[in-house]
T-cell receptor
Framework: GAGVSQSPRYKVAKRGQDVALRCDPISGHVSLFWYQQALGQGPEFLTYFQNEAQLDKSGLPSDRFFAERPEGSVSTLKIQRTQQEDSAVYLC????????????FGEGSRLTVL | QQQVKQSPQSLIVQKGGISIINCAYENTAFDYFPWYQQFPGKGPALLIAIRPDVSEKKEGRFTISFNKSAKQFSLHIMDSQPGDSATYFCAASPMDSNYQLIWGAGTKLIIKP
């Protein structure tokens, strides 16, 4: 596609539910990133993939967060047993090269946990 | 050492004026400094970026000024327009490591017609 596509755009979950957020990066982009953005804040790094390899997951806030990119293209961020503090916009970005270059962001998935 | 401090938090500028947003960093390993622009409901988009081998970079109405010794960099928007109203984020990362981008907290810019 022309840009990074994320779905769903909006998700409301009850506390304790599991959610899955999908990211479809720009075709051919090697690197894929997940960020969490709280209201009025800058993006906070969650995890990074180079093709299918998850090279850094140091930003995942707890073991309830899990990300995968099994075929090196589409990625899914899964949050188990959601808590209210998980409410945020989850941004996905991709870049053509590994390690360098412009990040292209999707519009984000806004998660609200009630 | 990993922080990027951005100011002001919000800024109101009259149409046609100059908008100035400042950022400061501590980590001397940083050598890539992008600015991203984010409109409500959208993801950030790269506006302009600089590496420390130059002190200034200009693209249209947007200019980055870089002061390596002071570890500061700033974004200047000349002839500010209402369409420039957005949140602006500075960021920094070590060379060849865009996944380690450290982001500022953002500046909400409002351009008054």
């Amino acid at each position: 596609g022309a840009g990074v596509s994320q779905s769903p755009r909006y998700k409301v979950a009850k506390r304790g539910q599991d959610v899955a957020l999908r990211c479809d990066p720009i075709s051919g982009h090697v690197s894929l990133f997940w960020y969490q953005q709280a209201l009025g804040q800058g993006p906070e790094f969650l995890t990074y993939f180079q093709n299918e390899a998850q090279l850094d997951k140091s930003g995942l806030p707890s073991d309830r967060f899990f990300a995968e990119r099994p075929e090196g293209s589409v990625s899914t961020l899964k949050i188990q047993r959601t808590q209210q503090e998980d409410s945020a916009v989850y941004l996905c970005a991709s870049s053509r090269q590994q390690n360098t270059g412009e990040l292209f962001f999707g519009e984000g998935s806004r998660l609200t946990v009630l | 050492q990993q922080q990027v401090k951005q100011s002001p938090q919000s800024l109101i500028v009259q149409k046609g004026g100059i908008s100035i947003i400042n950022c400061a960093y501590e980590n001397t390993a940083f050598d890539y400094f992008p600015w991203y622009q984010q409109f409500p409901g959208k993801g950030p988009a790269l506006l302009i970026a600089i590496r420390p081998d130059v002190s200034e970079k200009k693209e249209g109405r947007f200019t980055i000024s870089f002061n390596k010794s002071a570890k500061q960099f700033s974004l200047h928007i000349m002839d500010s327009q209402p369409g420039d109203s957005a949140t602006y984020f500075c960021a920094a990362s070590p060379m060849d490591s865009n996944y380690q981008l450290i982001w500022g907290a953002g500046t909400k810019l409002i351009i008054k017609p």
